[in-house]
């Protein structure tokens, strides 16, 4: 049995681990939970799930959870600092990181000292931290267990084999919302459109970097530090039904790739179960005949600048992936409010990266410095 702790309990990632959780309830067992501010799903999850404990965004999310008249044997946490708590704790065995942004980067760091094993769907904490979170999980010796599909593809296409034979990674990229059209076409498309993603079901933020291919450059940034490949050795591909999930090519030119149907709880429930897996009832076996054809396109990066960015910042390094990860995180909350059109975007990124004097090796504390202020230089200019 084992106690899995769950950031980012109500997100997309979130409500699909807790599919893989209670599909196996022999195996493991929910020991504490995060969320932000949705309330109604969180009581779902305390009632079905009974966490020990759980930490909330702040004291006005915790009264409007719990009424004093509420008696729980939950123990209620509040803030960031209680993430480290509950990630850390002895019961905790499993740190599942499905937080959006940089939150869930401090508890990671502190998981990894305290020897736990780390289930990693938080783009941000390698992208903007990379250095820091390889370094020490290679002090602990422990294994970070990627989440997102492309990363866990990789990982299973690995085992096994000796990194030095590796001759390049090929991540798949279904091409998003508007894979399909022009950059003149990208000019009024709505909020609504560009959260109607064909393959995926995801959250809001995810799949609006999934339009601006954002998504793919952190999964290019993320796969440098989870394999230790320079950018040279990490391609990327178009591949519009997402049934290859990503390929590893070798030295002696063979070709390595892990298959399956779009369906998210299938590498959660493997970083669970590693390095063991165990069934999963809830998704259909793939069907190749029905599939019929898979196709595979160059990805344009005049078409999609946003993964050229992702590629320039990972190789400047120091704290230009932070700037680039803060911005984009802006942007889209921008976006997705209305105060931006959906190209509006790529030149908030690229104005920030562009104006960014790159500072080397950053420890945790520049790096949450550079973070929040260029959070706060973009949102000056939209006041």
């Known amino acids: 049995m084992k106690n899995i702790t769950l950031l980012g309990a109500t997100g997309s990632i979130g409500m699909q681990t807790l599919d893989v959780i209670a599909e196996h309830p022999e195996d493991f067992r929910l020991f504490a939970i995060s969320f932000g501010e949705n309330i109604e799903k969180a009581k779902i999850i305390l009632e079905r799930f009974q966490p020990e404990k759980i930490v909330v965004k702040n004291e006005k999310v915790k009264k409007e959870l719990f009424s004093p008249s509420n008696n729980t044997s939950i123990e209620i946490l509040v803030g960031e600092e209680a993430l480290v708590e509950v990630s850390c704790h002895p019961k905790t065995d499993v740190l599942v990181n499905a937080v959006m942004g940089s939150v869930g980067l401090a508890a990671t760091l502190a998981a990894i000292d305290e020897k ?33 599909s492309e990363h866990s593809a990789i990982f299973q296409a690995l085992n096994g084999e000796a990194s030095s034979q590796v001759s390049r990674i090929i991540l798949t990229a279904s091409g998003g919302s508007f894979r399909d059209k022009s950059r003149a076409d990208l000019e009024e498309v709505t909020i609504a459109d560009a959260l109607n993603h064909p393959n995926w079901s995801m959250g809001a933020k995810i799949t609006i970097d999934s339009a601006t291919m954002m998504n793919k450059g952190l999964e290019v940034m993320e796969a440098h530090w989870l394999f230790g490949l320079p950018y040279e050795k990490i391609d990327v591909i178009q591949h519009k039904e997402s049934i290859i999930h990503s390929m590893v090519e070798f030295v002696d030119k063979s070709v390595i790739a892990q298959l399956g149907t779009p369906d998210m709880r299938v ?66 909350d921008l976006f997705l409010k209305g105060n931006i059109s959906f190209l509006e975007i790529e030149s908030v990124i690229e104005k920030a990266i562009s104006d960014h004097q790159s500072i080397e090796d950053p420890d945790l504390v520049t790096i949450q410095e550079v973070d929040q202020s260029t959070r706060m230089r973009i949102l000056s200019q939209y006041k």
Do not use: W
Not at 116 to 128: P, Y
Not at 303 to 314: K, S
Not at 322 to 331: D, G, H, K, M, R
């Open 116 to 148: 736990k094993q780390i289930a990693i769907a938080n783009k941000e904490t390698l992208v903007t931290a990379g250095h820091l979170v390889m370094r020490k999980a290679k002090e602990n010796g422990v294994d970070l267990l990627p989440i997102d």
């Open 267 to 332: 590498p959660i429930q493997y970083a669970l179960t590693y390095p063991d897996r165990l069934p999963f009832s809830q998704t259909e076996s793939l069907d190749l005949l029905e599939v019929g054809k898979l196709h595979f396109e160059k990805m344009d990066l005049q078409r999609f600048p946003c993964l050229q960015y992702a590629y320039d910042a990972g190789k400047k390094g120091g704290t230009m992936p932070t700037v680039l990860n803060a911005a984009n995180e802006i942007a889209v």
